[in-house]
Protein backbone atom coordinates (compact mmCIF):
# COMPACT_ATOMS: atom_id res chain seq x y z
CA UNK A 1 0.00 0.00 0.00
CA UNK A 2 2.76 2.22 0.98
CA UNK A 3 4.38 1.66 -2.10
CA UNK A 4 1.68 2.58 -4.35
CA UNK A 5 0.87 5.57 -2.54
CA UNK A 6 4.82 6.52 -2.89
CA UNK A 7 4.79 6.23 -6.83
CA UNK A 8 8.48 5.30 -6.81
CA UNK A 9 9.04 8.34 -5.25
CA UNK A 10 7.21 10.23 -7.55
CA UNK A 11 3.98 10.76 -5.32
CA UNK A 12 4.32 14.93 -5.04
CA UNK A 13 4.22 14.88 -8.84
CA UNK A 14 1.75 11.86 -9.99
CA UNK A 15 -0.91 12.40 -6.72
CA UNK A 16 -1.90 16.19 -7.22
CA UNK A 17 -2.39 16.11 -10.98
CA UNK A 18 -5.28 13.71 -10.09
CA UNK A 19 -6.64 15.26 -6.94
CA UNK A 20 -7.16 18.78 -8.78
CA UNK A 21 -8.14 17.21 -12.08
CA UNK A 22 -10.90 15.46 -9.67
CA UNK A 23 -11.22 18.19 -7.22
CA UNK A 24 -11.60 20.63 -11.05
CA UNK A 25 -13.84 18.40 -12.74
CA UNK A 26 -16.05 17.29 -9.85
CA UNK A 27 -16.79 21.12 -8.49
CA UNK A 28 -17.42 22.64 -11.90
CA UNK A 29 -19.90 19.59 -12.11
CA UNK A 30 -21.46 20.54 -8.47
CA UNK A 31 -21.48 24.48 -9.81
CA UNK A 32 -23.18 24.03 -12.98
CA UNK A 33 -25.80 21.79 -11.78
CA UNK A 34 -26.14 23.89 -8.35
CA UNK A 35 -26.78 27.09 -10.90
CA UNK A 36 -29.30 24.76 -13.01
CA UNK A 37 -31.58 24.08 -9.65
CA UNK A 38 -31.70 27.42 -8.60
CA UNK A 39 -32.49 28.98 -12.39
CA UNK A 40 -35.28 26.49 -12.40
CA UNK A 41 -36.70 26.86 -9.02
CA UNK A 42 -36.78 30.94 -9.79
CA UNK A 43 -38.41 30.03 -13.22
CA UNK A 44 -41.21 27.53 -12.12
CA UNK A 45 -42.14 30.20 -8.82
CA UNK A 46 -42.01 32.81 -11.78
CA UNK A 47 -44.04 31.03 -14.11
CA UNK A 48 -46.40 30.27 -11.55
CA UNK A 49 -47.01 33.99 -10.79
CA UNK A 50 -47.39 34.67 -14.38
CA UNK A 51 -50.46 33.44 -16.25
CA UNK A 52 -48.05 32.06 -19.09
CA UNK A 53 -48.89 30.63 -22.03
CA UNK A 54 -46.50 27.24 -22.56
CA UNK A 55 -43.89 26.85 -20.31
CA UNK A 56 -40.65 25.41 -21.74
CA UNK A 57 -38.95 23.70 -18.54
CA UNK B 1 -7.79 66.89 -37.61
CA UNK B 2 -4.11 66.17 -38.62
CA UNK B 3 -2.57 68.25 -35.81
CA UNK B 4 -4.56 65.79 -33.65
CA UNK B 5 -3.18 62.48 -35.51
CA UNK B 6 -0.10 64.25 -34.96
CA UNK B 7 -0.39 64.34 -31.55
CA UNK B 8 -1.27 61.09 -31.07
CA UNK B 9 1.86 59.69 -32.94
CA UNK B 10 3.51 61.68 -30.45
CA UNK B 11 2.11 60.21 -27.65
CA UNK B 12 2.62 56.90 -28.95
CA UNK B 13 6.46 57.28 -29.87
CA UNK B 14 7.05 58.48 -26.58
CA UNK B 15 5.50 56.06 -24.46
CA UNK B 16 7.40 53.64 -26.52
CA UNK B 17 10.52 55.20 -25.57
CA UNK B 18 9.42 55.07 -22.38
CA UNK B 19 8.14 51.85 -22.06
CA UNK B 20 12.09 50.72 -23.80
CA UNK B 21 14.11 53.10 -21.71
CA UNK B 22 12.50 51.52 -18.32
CA UNK B 23 14.32 48.28 -18.87
CA UNK B 24 18.06 49.53 -18.56
CA UNK B 25 17.05 50.90 -15.42
CA UNK B 26 15.39 47.64 -14.17
CA UNK B 27 17.71 45.18 -15.49
CA UNK B 28 20.86 46.76 -15.17
CA UNK B 29 22.70 49.22 -17.43
CA UNK B 30 25.14 45.93 -18.52
CA UNK B 31 25.52 46.34 -22.37
CA UNK B 32 25.56 42.67 -22.77
CA UNK B 33 22.54 41.72 -21.14
CA UNK B 34 20.64 44.77 -22.87
CA UNK B 35 22.19 43.79 -26.07
CA UNK B 36 20.72 40.01 -25.69
CA UNK B 37 17.43 41.54 -24.80
CA UNK B 38 17.30 44.04 -26.84
CA UNK B 39 14.66 42.63 -29.98
CA UNK B 40 12.67 41.17 -27.55
CA UNK B 41 11.78 44.52 -25.41
CA UNK B 42 11.45 46.37 -28.64
CA UNK B 43 9.04 44.18 -30.04
CA UNK B 44 7.05 44.32 -26.92
CA UNK B 45 7.31 47.30 -26.65
CA UNK B 46 6.02 47.92 -29.47
CA UNK B 47 3.37 45.85 -29.19
CA UNK B 48 2.01 47.59 -26.24
CA UNK B 49 2.48 50.98 -28.08
CA UNK B 50 0.29 49.75 -30.78
CA UNK B 51 -2.26 48.44 -28.51
CA UNK B 52 -2.64 51.93 -27.16
CA UNK B 53 -3.83 54.03 -30.02
CA UNK B 54 -6.24 50.95 -30.80
CA UNK B 55 -8.72 51.84 -28.50
CA UNK B 56 -10.33 54.64 -30.34
CA UNK B 57 -10.11 53.35 -33.66
CA UNK B 58 -13.94 53.11 -33.98
CA UNK B 59 -14.82 54.73 -30.96
CA UNK B 60 -15.60 57.82 -31.93
CA UNK B 61 -17.66 57.27 -34.92
CA UNK B 62 -19.67 54.34 -32.87
CA UNK B 63 -20.53 57.21 -30.59
CA UNK B 64 -21.68 59.56 -32.86
CA UNK B 65 -23.76 57.55 -35.07
CA UNK B 66 -21.43 57.82 -38.06
CA UNK B 67 -20.58 54.01 -37.68
CA UNK B 68 -24.15 53.68 -38.76
CA UNK B 69 -23.83 55.81 -41.48
CA UNK B 70 -20.49 53.34 -42.55
CA UNK B 71 -22.25 50.02 -42.43
CA UNK B 72 -24.84 51.37 -44.43
CA UNK B 73 -22.89 53.23 -47.26
CA UNK B 74 -22.54 51.51 -50.75
CA UNK B 75 -18.52 50.51 -49.93
CA UNK B 76 -17.59 47.57 -48.67
CA UNK B 77 -17.55 47.67 -44.99
CA UNK B 78 -14.37 45.41 -45.45
CA UNK B 79 -12.54 47.90 -47.41
CA UNK B 80 -13.75 50.88 -44.60
CA UNK B 81 -11.80 48.41 -41.90
CA UNK B 82 -8.86 48.18 -44.29
CA UNK B 83 -8.58 52.02 -44.82
CA UNK B 84 -8.37 52.72 -40.97
CA UNK B 85 -6.32 49.82 -40.02
CA UNK B 86 -4.18 52.03 -42.71
CA UNK B 87 -4.57 54.99 -41.23
CA UNK B 88 -4.14 53.31 -37.91
CA UNK B 89 -0.28 51.71 -39.02
CA UNK B 90 0.68 55.49 -40.77
CA UNK B 91 0.35 56.93 -37.23
CA UNK B 92 1.12 54.08 -34.81
CA UNK B 93 3.40 51.34 -36.94
CA UNK B 94 5.20 53.43 -38.69
CA UNK B 95 6.22 56.35 -36.71
CA UNK B 96 7.55 52.76 -34.39
CA UNK B 97 9.56 52.17 -37.15
CA UNK B 98 11.33 54.81 -37.45
CA UNK B 99 11.90 55.33 -33.41
CA UNK B 100 13.06 52.09 -33.07
CA UNK B 101 16.91 52.78 -34.12
CA UNK B 102 17.09 55.14 -31.37
CA UNK B 103 15.79 52.38 -29.04
CA UNK B 104 18.32 50.41 -30.87
CA UNK B 105 20.96 52.44 -29.43
CA UNK B 106 19.83 52.19 -25.78
CA UNK B 107 19.75 48.70 -25.50
CA UNK B 108 22.77 48.18 -27.39
CA UNK B 109 22.11 46.60 -29.91
CA UNK B 110 24.40 44.99 -32.62
CA UNK B 111 24.94 47.02 -36.01
CA UNK B 112 23.49 43.54 -37.92
CA UNK B 113 20.66 43.18 -36.18
CA UNK B 114 19.63 47.18 -37.30
CA UNK B 115 18.02 46.18 -40.75
CA UNK B 116 16.53 43.34 -40.14
CA UNK B 117 14.71 45.29 -36.85
CA UNK B 118 13.13 47.98 -39.47
CA UNK B 119 12.31 45.02 -42.26
CA UNK B 120 10.84 42.78 -39.22
CA UNK B 121 8.94 45.90 -37.76
CA UNK B 122 7.75 46.53 -40.82
CA UNK B 123 6.05 43.88 -41.93
CA UNK B 124 4.99 42.84 -38.53
CA UNK B 125 3.39 46.04 -37.66
CA UNK B 126 0.54 46.14 -40.01
CA UNK B 127 -0.41 42.75 -39.08
CA UNK B 128 -0.44 43.97 -35.35
CA UNK B 129 -2.77 46.69 -36.87
CA UNK B 130 -5.08 44.53 -38.31
CA UNK B 131 -5.50 42.31 -35.53
CA UNK B 132 -6.15 45.33 -33.32
CA UNK B 133 -8.86 46.49 -35.32
CA UNK B 134 -10.27 43.05 -35.10
CA UNK B 135 -10.15 43.70 -31.17
CA UNK B 136 -11.62 47.10 -31.51
CA UNK B 137 -14.64 46.51 -32.92
CA UNK B 138 -15.39 43.75 -30.76
CA UNK B 139 -15.36 46.03 -27.89
CA UNK B 140 -17.41 48.44 -28.65
CA UNK B 141 -19.81 49.37 -25.86
CA UNK B 142 -18.16 46.81 -23.54
CA UNK B 143 -17.77 47.94 -19.98
CA UNK B 144 -14.13 48.46 -19.47
CA UNK B 145 -13.05 48.25 -23.34
CA UNK B 146 -10.00 49.14 -22.53
CA UNK B 147 -8.98 46.30 -20.36
CA UNK B 148 -10.56 43.90 -22.32
CA UNK B 149 -8.78 45.00 -25.20
CA UNK B 150 -5.77 44.00 -24.47
CA UNK B 151 -6.87 40.57 -22.83
CA UNK B 152 -8.33 39.66 -26.62
CA UNK B 153 -5.76 40.94 -28.39
CA UNK B 154 -2.22 40.11 -26.77
CA UNK B 155 -2.86 36.44 -27.20
CA UNK B 156 -3.05 37.21 -30.92
CA UNK B 157 -0.12 39.27 -31.05
CA UNK B 158 1.98 36.51 -30.07
CA UNK B 159 2.90 34.43 -33.50
CA UNK B 160 3.94 37.68 -34.91
CA UNK B 161 6.31 38.36 -31.71
CA UNK B 162 7.67 35.23 -32.27
CA UNK B 163 8.45 35.33 -35.34
CA UNK B 164 9.43 39.03 -35.09
CA UNK B 165 12.19 38.78 -32.49
CA UNK B 166 13.54 35.51 -34.27
CA UNK B 167 13.66 37.30 -37.41
CA UNK B 168 16.35 39.83 -35.46
CA UNK B 169 17.75 37.26 -33.64
CA UNK B 170 19.10 35.59 -36.39
CA UNK B 171 20.12 38.26 -38.05
CA UNK B 172 22.36 39.26 -35.01
CA UNK B 173 23.59 35.62 -34.83
CA UNK B 174 23.88 35.31 -38.91
CA UNK B 175 21.87 32.70 -39.56
CA UNK B 176 19.34 32.73 -42.32
CA UNK B 177 16.03 35.07 -41.42
CA UNK B 178 14.71 33.64 -44.55
CA UNK B 179 11.74 31.36 -42.65
CA UNK B 180 10.82 33.91 -40.62
CA UNK B 181 10.34 36.82 -42.72
CA UNK B 182 8.55 34.17 -45.27
CA UNK B 183 6.12 33.36 -41.78
CA UNK B 184 5.98 37.41 -41.31
CA UNK B 185 4.82 37.66 -44.47
CA UNK B 186 2.35 34.75 -44.46
CA UNK B 187 1.00 36.19 -40.92
CA UNK B 188 0.55 39.44 -42.65
CA UNK B 189 -1.31 37.92 -45.47
CA UNK B 190 -3.36 35.68 -43.76
CA UNK B 191 -4.59 38.70 -41.41
CA UNK B 192 -5.68 40.50 -44.16
CA UNK B 193 -8.72 39.24 -45.31
CA UNK B 194 -9.52 37.62 -41.76
CA UNK B 195 -8.91 40.29 -39.94
CA UNK B 196 -10.75 42.93 -42.22
CA UNK B 197 -13.97 40.51 -42.75
CA UNK B 198 -14.31 40.12 -38.64
CA UNK B 199 -13.51 43.56 -38.03
CA UNK B 200 -16.50 44.37 -40.13
CA UNK B 201 -18.51 41.72 -38.79
CA UNK B 202 -18.46 43.09 -35.19
CA UNK B 203 -19.01 46.47 -36.83
CA UNK B 204 -22.14 45.59 -38.20
CA UNK B 205 -22.60 43.68 -34.72
CA UNK B 206 -22.56 46.69 -32.91
CA UNK B 207 -24.54 48.67 -35.14
CA UNK B 208 -27.34 45.91 -35.13
CA UNK B 209 -27.41 46.00 -31.43
CA UNK B 210 -27.09 49.62 -30.13
CA UNK C 1 -15.37 8.04 -45.30
CA UNK C 2 -16.71 7.35 -48.65
CA UNK C 3 -18.67 10.09 -50.14
CA UNK C 4 -21.49 8.32 -50.55
CA UNK C 5 -21.58 7.44 -46.98
CA UNK C 6 -21.68 11.46 -46.36
CA UNK C 7 -23.83 12.49 -48.82
CA UNK C 8 -26.23 10.04 -47.80
CA UNK C 9 -26.25 9.31 -44.34
CA UNK C 10 -23.98 11.60 -42.53
CA UNK C 11 -25.22 15.38 -44.05
CA UNK C 12 -28.91 14.40 -43.39
CA UNK C 13 -28.18 13.00 -39.95
CA UNK C 14 -26.33 16.36 -38.90
CA UNK C 15 -29.32 18.43 -40.59
CA UNK C 16 -32.06 16.22 -38.99
CA UNK C 17 -30.22 16.99 -35.16
CA UNK C 18 -29.57 20.53 -35.95
CA UNK C 19 -32.92 20.95 -37.25
CA UNK C 20 -34.75 18.51 -34.56
CA UNK C 21 -32.99 20.35 -31.46
CA UNK C 22 -33.23 23.81 -32.65
CA UNK C 23 -36.73 24.13 -30.58
CA UNK C 24 -35.18 25.24 -27.15
CA UNK C 25 -38.16 23.01 -25.45
CA UNK C 26 -37.29 19.97 -27.36
CA UNK C 27 -33.46 20.07 -26.44
CA UNK C 28 -34.52 20.73 -22.86
CA UNK C 29 -36.89 17.18 -22.81
CA UNK C 30 -34.42 15.43 -24.46
CA UNK C 31 -31.02 16.62 -22.17
CA UNK C 32 -33.78 15.81 -19.07
CA UNK C 33 -33.62 12.34 -20.19
CA UNK C 34 -30.13 12.06 -21.51
CA UNK C 35 -28.12 13.80 -18.58
CA UNK C 36 -28.62 10.64 -16.32
CA UNK C 37 -27.08 8.33 -18.80
CA UNK C 38 -24.38 10.71 -19.23
CA UNK C 39 -23.66 11.08 -15.84
CA UNK C 40 -23.91 7.13 -15.30
CA UNK C 41 -21.20 6.24 -18.14
CA UNK C 42 -19.03 8.68 -17.46
CA UNK C 43 -18.85 7.16 -13.58
CA UNK C 44 -18.36 4.02 -15.08
CA UNK C 45 -15.63 5.18 -17.78
CA UNK C 46 -14.12 7.03 -14.96
CA UNK C 47 -13.90 4.07 -13.00
CA UNK C 48 -12.21 1.73 -15.18
CA UNK C 49 -9.66 3.99 -16.76
CA UNK C 50 -8.68 5.09 -13.09
CA UNK C 51 -8.80 1.49 -11.81
CA UNK C 52 -6.11 -0.06 -15.12
CA UNK C 53 -4.47 3.22 -15.00
CA UNK C 54 -3.49 3.35 -11.57
CA UNK C 55 -2.89 0.08 -10.57
CA UNK C 56 -3.32 -2.50 -13.24
CA UNK C 57 -1.39 -0.40 -15.91
CA UNK C 58 2.21 -1.23 -15.71
CA UNK C 59 4.84 1.75 -15.03
CA UNK C 60 7.16 2.48 -17.90
CA UNK C 61 10.20 1.44 -18.75
CA UNK C 62 12.01 4.97 -18.85
CA UNK C 63 9.37 7.02 -17.63
CA UNK C 64 8.71 4.86 -14.50
CA UNK C 65 5.17 5.86 -12.59
CA UNK C 66 5.24 9.23 -13.94
CA UNK C 67 3.75 7.86 -16.89
CA UNK C 68 0.37 7.41 -15.05
CA UNK C 69 -0.01 11.19 -15.41
CA UNK C 70 -0.44 10.78 -19.25
CA UNK C 71 -3.69 9.32 -18.00
CA UNK C 72 -5.03 13.03 -17.08
CA UNK C 73 -3.00 15.09 -18.97
CA UNK C 74 -3.95 13.45 -22.53
CA UNK C 75 -7.59 13.36 -22.26
CA UNK C 76 -7.80 17.08 -20.66
CA UNK C 77 -5.29 18.35 -23.84
CA UNK C 78 -7.35 16.10 -25.78
CA UNK C 79 -11.15 17.79 -25.03
CA UNK C 80 -9.50 21.14 -24.58
CA UNK C 81 -8.97 21.22 -28.14
CA UNK C 82 -11.87 19.77 -29.37
CA UNK C 83 -13.88 21.89 -27.18
CA UNK C 84 -12.72 24.85 -28.72
CA UNK C 85 -12.86 23.46 -32.17
CA UNK C 86 -16.63 22.55 -31.44
CA UNK C 87 -17.21 26.23 -30.25
CA UNK C 88 -16.07 27.44 -33.29
CA UNK C 89 -18.38 25.39 -35.19
CA UNK C 90 -20.95 26.13 -32.73
CA UNK C 91 -20.14 30.08 -33.22
CA UNK C 92 -20.05 29.77 -36.84
CA UNK C 93 -23.63 27.72 -37.12
CA UNK C 94 -24.81 30.41 -35.20
CA UNK C 95 -23.85 33.48 -36.91
CA UNK C 96 -24.31 32.06 -40.43
CA UNK C 97 -27.58 30.04 -39.78
CA UNK C 98 -28.62 31.65 -36.68
CA UNK C 99 -29.21 28.13 -35.14
CA UNK C 100 -31.05 28.85 -31.94
CA UNK C 101 -29.25 26.78 -29.73
CA UNK C 102 -25.77 27.42 -31.35
CA UNK C 103 -24.50 30.20 -29.54
CA UNK C 104 -26.29 28.69 -26.15
CA UNK C 105 -23.77 25.68 -27.06
CA UNK C 106 -20.65 27.87 -27.72
CA UNK C 107 -21.30 30.03 -24.42
CA UNK C 108 -21.75 26.77 -22.38
CA UNK C 109 -18.58 25.45 -23.69
CA UNK C 110 -16.25 27.75 -22.63
CA UNK C 111 -15.89 27.44 -18.92
CA UNK C 112 -15.48 23.54 -19.32
CA UNK C 113 -12.91 23.83 -21.58
CA UNK C 114 -10.52 26.64 -20.12
CA UNK C 115 -10.68 24.24 -17.02
CA UNK C 116 -9.84 21.10 -19.14
CA UNK C 117 -6.73 23.83 -20.43
CA UNK C 118 -5.40 24.67 -17.08
CA UNK C 119 -5.83 20.81 -16.22
CA UNK C 120 -3.13 20.23 -19.51
CA UNK C 121 -1.10 22.94 -18.62
CA UNK C 122 -0.77 21.78 -14.79
CA UNK C 123 -0.39 17.94 -15.36
CA UNK C 124 2.02 18.23 -17.87
CA UNK C 125 3.95 20.90 -16.06
CA UNK C 126 3.92 18.36 -13.17
CA UNK C 127 4.74 15.51 -15.84
CA UNK C 128 7.65 17.80 -17.12
CA UNK C 129 9.21 18.46 -13.69
CA UNK C 130 10.46 14.63 -13.30
CA UNK C 131 10.79 13.59 -17.19
CA UNK C 132 12.19 16.46 -18.66
CA UNK C 133 13.90 18.66 -15.22
CA UNK C 134 11.56 21.58 -15.89
CA UNK C 135 8.39 22.62 -14.99
CA UNK C 136 7.93 24.69 -18.14
CA UNK C 137 9.55 25.66 -21.22
CA UNK C 138 8.52 27.81 -24.18
CA UNK C 139 8.05 25.45 -27.36
CA UNK C 140 5.61 25.99 -29.60
CA UNK C 141 3.13 23.26 -28.08
CA UNK C 142 2.97 24.82 -24.53
CA UNK C 143 3.19 28.30 -25.76
CA UNK C 144 -0.04 27.72 -27.74
CA UNK C 145 -1.39 25.84 -25.37
CA UNK C 146 -1.25 28.76 -22.99
CA UNK C 147 -2.41 30.68 -25.68
CA UNK C 148 -5.74 28.49 -25.92
CA UNK C 149 -6.32 29.03 -22.24
CA UNK C 150 -5.72 32.86 -23.03
CA UNK C 151 -8.57 32.63 -25.71
CA UNK C 152 -11.00 31.08 -23.34
CA UNK C 153 -10.64 33.46 -21.14
CA UNK C 154 -10.98 36.02 -23.51
CA UNK C 155 -14.34 34.73 -24.85
CA UNK C 156 -16.01 34.79 -20.99
CA UNK C 157 -14.68 37.88 -20.55
CA UNK C 158 -16.35 39.27 -24.21
CA UNK C 159 -18.56 37.50 -23.62
CA UNK C 160 -19.95 39.21 -19.71
CA UNK C 161 -18.93 42.22 -21.29
CA UNK C 162 -22.32 43.41 -22.65
CA UNK C 163 -25.81 44.74 -21.12
CA UNK C 164 -27.08 43.13 -23.79
CA UNK C 165 -26.70 39.11 -23.61
CA UNK C 166 -27.32 38.75 -27.26
CA UNK C 167 -24.57 41.44 -28.17
CA UNK C 168 -22.39 39.21 -25.76
CA UNK C 169 -22.52 36.03 -27.59
CA UNK C 170 -22.84 36.62 -31.00
CA UNK C 171 -19.62 39.54 -30.52
CA UNK C 172 -17.18 36.72 -28.78
CA UNK C 173 -18.30 34.29 -31.67
CA UNK C 174 -16.65 36.32 -33.78
CA UNK C 175 -14.07 36.21 -31.40
CA UNK C 176 -13.61 32.39 -31.30
CA UNK C 177 -13.36 32.11 -34.84
CA UNK C 178 -10.71 34.59 -35.12
CA UNK C 179 -8.93 32.44 -32.51
CA UNK C 180 -9.18 29.59 -34.24
CA UNK C 181 -6.45 29.74 -36.44
CA UNK C 182 -4.28 28.70 -33.05
CA UNK C 183 -6.08 25.26 -33.29
CA UNK C 184 -3.58 23.88 -36.27
CA UNK C 185 -0.92 25.29 -34.57
CA UNK C 186 -1.73 23.64 -31.53
CA UNK C 187 -1.99 20.18 -33.42
CA UNK C 188 0.71 20.56 -35.58
CA UNK C 189 3.05 22.66 -33.43
CA UNK C 190 5.23 19.34 -32.75
CA UNK C 191 5.34 18.37 -36.24
CA UNK C 192 6.49 21.61 -37.41
CA UNK C 193 9.00 22.50 -34.67
CA UNK C 194 12.07 20.84 -32.78
CA UNK C 195 10.07 20.88 -29.59
CA UNK C 196 10.19 19.39 -26.01
CA UNK C 197 6.72 17.59 -26.34
CA UNK C 198 5.99 14.35 -27.31
CA UNK C 199 5.37 14.25 -30.79
CA UNK C 200 1.97 12.16 -31.56
CA UNK C 201 1.80 8.74 -30.44
CA UNK C 202 -1.89 7.71 -30.75
CA UNK C 203 -3.37 9.04 -33.94
CA UNK C 204 -0.45 8.41 -36.27
CA UNK C 205 -0.14 7.07 -39.68
CA UNK C 206 1.17 3.73 -38.54
CA UNK C 207 -0.96 3.46 -35.56
CA UNK C 208 -0.64 3.33 -31.94
CA UNK C 209 2.88 3.18 -31.14
CA UNK C 210 1.54 2.95 -27.02
CA UNK C 211 1.72 -0.60 -25.97
CA UNK C 212 -2.36 -2.21 -25.12
CA UNK C 213 -2.08 -2.33 -21.28
CA UNK C 214 -1.82 1.73 -21.43
CA UNK C 215 -4.16 2.44 -24.62
CA UNK C 216 -6.34 0.90 -22.82
CA UNK C 217 -6.98 3.13 -19.71
CA UNK C 218 -5.92 6.34 -21.94
CA UNK C 219 -9.04 5.37 -24.22
CA UNK C 220 -11.23 5.20 -21.17
CA UNK C 221 -9.89 7.89 -19.69
CA UNK C 222 -10.34 9.51 -22.94
CA UNK C 223 -13.98 8.58 -23.10
CA UNK C 224 -14.88 9.50 -19.84
CA UNK C 225 -13.83 13.34 -20.19
CA UNK C 226 -15.67 13.48 -23.56
CA UNK C 227 -18.91 11.90 -21.71
CA UNK C 228 -18.44 14.36 -18.84
CA UNK C 229 -17.83 17.35 -21.42
CA UNK C 230 -21.24 16.34 -22.61
CA UNK C 231 -22.65 16.10 -19.47
CA UNK C 232 -21.91 19.40 -18.01
CA UNK C 233 -22.43 20.97 -20.76
CA UNK C 234 -25.92 20.05 -21.41
CA UNK C 235 -26.70 21.04 -17.54
CA UNK C 236 -24.77 24.49 -18.73
CA UNK C 237 -27.04 24.93 -21.55
CA UNK C 238 -30.08 23.91 -19.65
CA UNK C 239 -28.92 26.70 -17.36
CA UNK C 240 -28.60 29.28 -20.24
CA UNK C 241 -32.02 28.50 -21.90
CA UNK C 242 -33.84 28.72 -18.54
CA UNK C 243 -31.86 32.10 -18.14
CA UNK C 244 -33.34 33.25 -21.11
CA UNK C 245 -36.54 32.05 -20.48
CA UNK C 246 -36.32 33.75 -17.46
CA UNK C 247 -35.83 37.45 -18.53
CA UNK C 248 -38.43 37.00 -21.44
CA UNK C 249 -40.65 36.71 -18.57
CA UNK C 250 -39.38 38.95 -16.36
CA UNK C 251 -39.61 41.75 -19.21
CA UNK C 252 -43.21 40.85 -19.72
CA UNK C 253 -43.75 40.99 -15.86
CA UNK C 254 -41.93 44.57 -16.79
CA UNK C 255 -44.48 45.48 -19.84
CA UNK C 256 -47.60 44.06 -17.75
CA UNK C 257 -46.73 46.26 -14.89
CA UNK C 258 -46.37 49.34 -17.06
CA UNK C 259 -49.43 48.82 -19.03
CA UNK C 260 -51.96 48.54 -16.12
Known amino acids: MQEFLDMGGYAAFIWPCFIVSAVLLVGLLVVSQRQSKSIEATLTALEAEMPSRKDMS | MAFRQGLDSVMVVMFFILAVILFPFG ?76 LAVFLNMHADGYPMMLAALALGTPTLSLIGAVGAALILGARRGGVLLSLLVLPLFIPVLIFGVSAVDAALGG ?32 VESS | MSR ?43 GSGLY ?131 IPIIKFSVEWWNTLHQPASVIRAGGPAIDGSMLWPLLLMIAAYTTYYVWVLFIRMRTDIMETRLRALRMRQVHEQAGT
Not at chain 3, 9 to 30: D, G, K, Q, S, W
Not at chain 3, 102 to 117: D, L, R
Request: hydrophobic share 55%; aromatic share 10%; glycine share 8%.
Open chain 2, 27 to 102: VGPEGNILARIAPGVIWVAALLSTMLSLERLFQTDFEDGSLELLVLSPVPLEVVVVARVIGHWLTTGLPLIIASPL
Open chain 2, 175 to 206: FSVKAQLLILGALFLAAAPLCSWAAAAALRQA
Open chain 3, 4 to 46: NFIRQVLYPAINYLLHRYANPARFMRMSARVTPWLAGITILLA
Open chain 3, 52 to 182: LGLFVSPADYQQSETVRIMYVHVPAAWIALSCYVGMAVGAAVGLIWKHPLAHVMTKSSAPIGAIFTFLALLTGSLWGKPMWGTYWVWDARLTSMLVLFFLYIGYMALNNAFDDPGRGTTTSAILVLVGSVN
